[in-house]
Structure formats: structure tokens, C-alpha cells
């Protein structure tokens, strides 16, 4: 770990023991973010706390430490991502990702059909390509289609990078059917609206700062007929697996995070990231809201809703 993620982390782990109070906020203009807030783990924080430019204030500056600290989140885990995921599903999110590309391609009369073949795949929060690979070879081996292109996006540019150097392990590095680009999903001004043809995110959306905003960018880039589909951990389903998954995640996550990465903090902030994330059926109304239809319930459950998987198509 460089000098400075250790500076930017001994910073973050102080600014979050702290509160934003009123008085402090009020050395910024009334609408600096508007009113409105995000989650940062279980702590309620601006929006601007995400993103904030501008003129240099206290409040500023403790928003510039969020900034730090969800950089600093995905900068600390980019390397051990599969470790990560292994520790928040029980090692089912392998599992899980691929039946999510087996869903999104035709193979039976039930799937979406997302003709013409030569799809262009948009792939966000896809830093470390593990979606993105799985597309490019089902596309190849089994559907023996050589014109699918994927692009993956991702904030974040360690995720991206760990995602070019895994790419060097596949066909795809030097092809041209693979692109990476360093974006915000919540302002995707790079890709030009109706060019996409199927857009996902897994694992990723609950950590955007605005997912209305971001729902509402993937229906923009999304041609007409093209689909929305998210695989992203949810609201277990059963009680008693509900209580055991909550008890392994608070109690026993940021413990092995600490023991495997040191680095308790990133571990305790995902595992509150994904207590606050939306219901299914809360999750299924934000998408309707972005104008998406939503087919059948709107979710299906994975392991009794550890994870689920929520799909919307933009109306011809």
C-alpha cells in the first residue's frame, strides 16, 4: 500500500468518528448540495460528500475527507476483490455471476432476446471485469458470436486497473471488443444516448452516491428495447437465514478484513452499505421511476435474497 492510501486512510478512519454537525455546515452556501444526502456505510453525509468542487470551507474539507474514504474503500480492496466478495456472500457470488450472464444471453425461450448479436455491453461499476469477461466468453464459446463488445466503466481507477492487468489472462486484452473507461455512472457524457443495447452492474449500484440518477443515465444510454440488469446484494427473505447472515457479516466480515487485509474499515463500511441498500421492491419501484418496464415482479431472489437480480427494459 502506498505512503499516501495510508495517509488518505489514517484520514478517513479519524473524519469518520466524526459528525457533520449543523453549525459546521453552515459555513457553506444554503444550497451547496441542495438539501440533499447520501449513505456512507450507516453515516447520513451530503451529497457534495461524494463529489464536492469549489471554494475551500471546513465543511468542504470534511467533505473532501468522505471523498478520500470512498476512494479510499475500493482503492484498498481493488486487489483482493474476489476475497472480498468470497467473505460478503459465502463464496456464492462465482455462482451467482454466472448465472447473471446466463440470464442476459438467448439459450432458452424464456431469456431476453437482445438481437442484433453484435450488442455493444456497457458494463458498469465493472472495474475488475469479472462480469465483463464472463459476457465476452459466453459470447464467444457459446454463442459463437465474435462482434459482441463490452466496455467497461468504473470511478474508480485501481478497480480498472486491477481489471486490465486480468484481462492480460484472456483473449480479450489486445482485442478490440474490450474497452475500459474511467466514468461516474451518475454522468455518463461519454456514451451517447439509444447506443447501448444492454447495460449492468453487480455489486455496484449501492454504492453510487444518487442511484435514481444513475438509473435514469442507464436509460438514457440504452437504445430502445436495450436492457437494464443489476445483480447486487438484498433483503434476505427467510428469518432465521436472515439472522445468521446478518450476525456473519457484522460480527465476522470486518473481523477478517482486518485479519486478511487490515483493514477492518472498508469491510465494516460494505457490509453497512449493503444494510442500507433498497428492498427488492423498493430497488424494483426506483427502476419503474426511471421509466424502465419491468418485467414480472421485477427481482428474482438468489439464495433466499442474499443477492437478487433486477432487470428493466427501455419501452420501443
Known amino acids: ?28 452556501p444554503e444550497n451547496a448540495s441542495n438539501g440533499r444526502t447520501t449513505h456512507f456505510g ?5 451529497e457534495a460528500a461524494k463529489e464536492s468542487k469549489g471554494t475551500v470551507t471546513l465543511s468542504k474539507v470534511l467533505i473532501y475527507a468522505y471523498l478520500i474514504q470512498v476512494g479510499a474503500v475500493f482503492t484498498s480492496v481493488a486487489s483482493s476483490y474476489d476475497a472480498m466478495n468470497d467473505f460478503m456472500s459465502l463464496g456464492i457470488h462465482r455462482l451467482w455471476k454466472d448465472y447473471f450472464v446466463r440470464s442476459l444471453f438467448p439459450g432458452s425461450e424464456d431469456q431476453y432476446d437482445l ?9 458498469i461499476a465493472g472495474g475488475t471485469g469479472d462480469i465483463a469477461f464472463r459476457m465476452l466468453d459466453h459470447s464467444t ?13 468504473d ?9 486490465r492487468k486480468r484481462s492480460l489472462q484472456t483473449p480479450y486484452a489486445s482485442s478490440e471488443r474490450l474497452s475500459f473507461v474511467e466514468a461516474n455512472a451518475e454522468q455518463l457524457t461519454m456514451i451517447e444516448s439509444n447506443s447501448i443495447d444492454l447495460y449492468t452492474v453487480a455489486f455496484g449500484i449501492r454504492n453510487f452516491t444518487n442511484k435514481q440518477k444513475a438509473l ?14 443489476c445483480l447486487e446484494f438484498s433483503k434476505v427473505n427467510n ?3 436472515n439472522a445468521l447472515y446478518k450476525r456473519w457479516s457484522f460480527s465476522a466480515i470486518p473481523i477478517i478484513g482486518q485479519l486478511v487485509a487490515a483493514d477492518r474499515d472498508s469491510y465494516q463500511y460494505l457490509v453497512e452499505s ?39 427494459i427501455k419501452p420501443l
Not at 155 to 163: D, F, Q, S, T
Not at 281 to 303: C, H, K, N, S, Y
Open 1 to 28: 500500500m502506498s505512503r499516501m492510501l495510508l495517509r488518505q486512510l489514517s484520514c478517513s478512519r479519524q473524519i469518520r468518528r466524526l459528525s457533520f454537525s449543523r453549525a459546521s455546515m453552515q459555513e457553506e
Open 141 to 153: 464459446n457459446i454463442e459463437k458470436n465474435l462482434e459482441t463488445h463490452v466496455t467497461i466503466s
Open 115 to 123: 438481437t442484433p448479436k453484435s450488442r455493444m455491453i456497457l458494463d
Open 42 to 46: 450507516f453515516e447520513t453525509v451530503p
Open 155 to 163: 470511478i474508480n481507477p485501481e478497480m480498472l486497473a486491477e481489471g
Open 216 to 229: 435514469q443515465e442507464a436509460y438514457r444510454v440504452l437504445k430502445p428495447g436495450g436492457v437494464f440488469a
Open 239 to 241: 428469518r432465521l437465514l
Open 274 to 312: 449493503i444494510e442500507n441498500f433498497p428492498s427488492q421492491e423498493a430497488f424494483r419501484d426506483m427502476i419503474r421511476g426511471a421509466g424502465f418496464a419491468v418485467p414480472g415482479q421485477g427481482w428474482e431472489d438468489l439464495t433466499g435474497g442474499i443477492a437478487a437480480i433486477h432487470k428493466g
